[in-house]
């Protein structure tokens, strides 16, 4: 069999603001101020097959997107590693992670912020394989034409600038700057957050159709649960840093195991129940400056017990293809 494309084994990462001057001239008289330690993303371990998408879903601030970059190459781990082809990024020599970054690409939520606006948009599609050398010089501008009619742009506009275009435009944009490395790996961060509801349409499609034709794999960050299960073929819930649940799609939207998973699907608006009352999952989510001991979700959770609130639950084999961490699998066992 395949090794997975990507793997991440334990990846941890932190944010550490540092003590300044004044903070540690405090220090000095017992003010007794720390270091700030953001824990954004806590020990996560996922792999992802070569030709599936994957969808990461979370609340706002839970770690999708800086687990997004780390997946990408864009922030480094500050514990665990990440394998792509069942190799360590830090054992590769230079051209094989050469290899691996052009591999693996994002496309991000704000696409205006990730443009340059000051680079016609043709010279920003054809940036990266002109300066790594995947294109002869003398090919790129056909090159460059090819990519934007395979995502829906006329080669026409390729003069413009980002401010020229609408938003599903510039998504498309950023689309075909990503396409153009030839990668096998996306990592789409809320790419269709910011859209209207009939351009997300056109860009899942679009995502849909360049699966099929060049056989990518996707990392589909998202809070919209209705496009995760549109698109992914396996699901992973992300919260306050940790991985609580993932497998098949299917399977957890017909029977989520997890409490913050069913609290999720809960609040999901449903044509079949018009008559109930929706409501979000009761409190907020806690700082990842000061999470919960034990589980993280536990001040959370309606079933919580002593020992969710003293020990993180690992992330456990509950069927075939389905992990959760909840000490509630143990005890109905």
Known sequence: ????????DDVSCRFVRRLDLAARLGNALGAGLREEVVRAVDGVSLAVEEGEVVGLVGESGCGKSTLGRIVAGILPPTGGSVLYRNKPRTAMSRAERKAA?????????????????????????????????????????????????????DPALKRRYPHQFSGGQRQRIGIARALAVKPEFLV?????????????????????????????????????????????????????????????????FAKPNHPYTQALLAGVPRLDARKRSFEPVKGEIPSPLDPPKGCHFH???????????????????????????????????
Do not use: W
């Open 1 to 8: 069999m395949k090794p997975p494309l990507v793997t991440l």
């Open 101 to 153: 970054a052009l591999a693996v690409q994002m496309i991000f939520q704000d696409p205006f912020a990730s443009l340059n606006p000051r680079l016609r948009v043709g010279a920003a599609i054809g940036e990266g394989p002109r300066v790594h050398g995947l294109v002869p010089a003398r090919e790129l501008a056909g090159y460059v034409d090819d990519i934007m009619r395979r995502v829906g742009l």
């Open 188 to 252: 789409c961060d809320e790419a269709v957050a910011a859209l209207d509801v009939s351009i997300q349409a056109q860009i899942i499609n679009l995502f849909m159709k360049l699966r099929a034709e060049s056989n990518l794999t996707y990392l589909f960050i998202s809070h919209d649960l209705g496009v995760v299960r549109h698109l992914s073929d396996r699901v992973a819930i992300m919260y306050l840093g940790r991985i609580v649940e993932e497998g098949p799609s299917d399977a957890i």
């Open 299 to 333: 001040p959370r959770c309606p079933h919580a017990m002593e020992r969710c609130r003293a020990e993180p639950p690992a992330l456990k084999a509950i069927a075939p293809g389905r992990k959760a961490a909840c000490h509630l699998n143990e005890a109905a066992a």
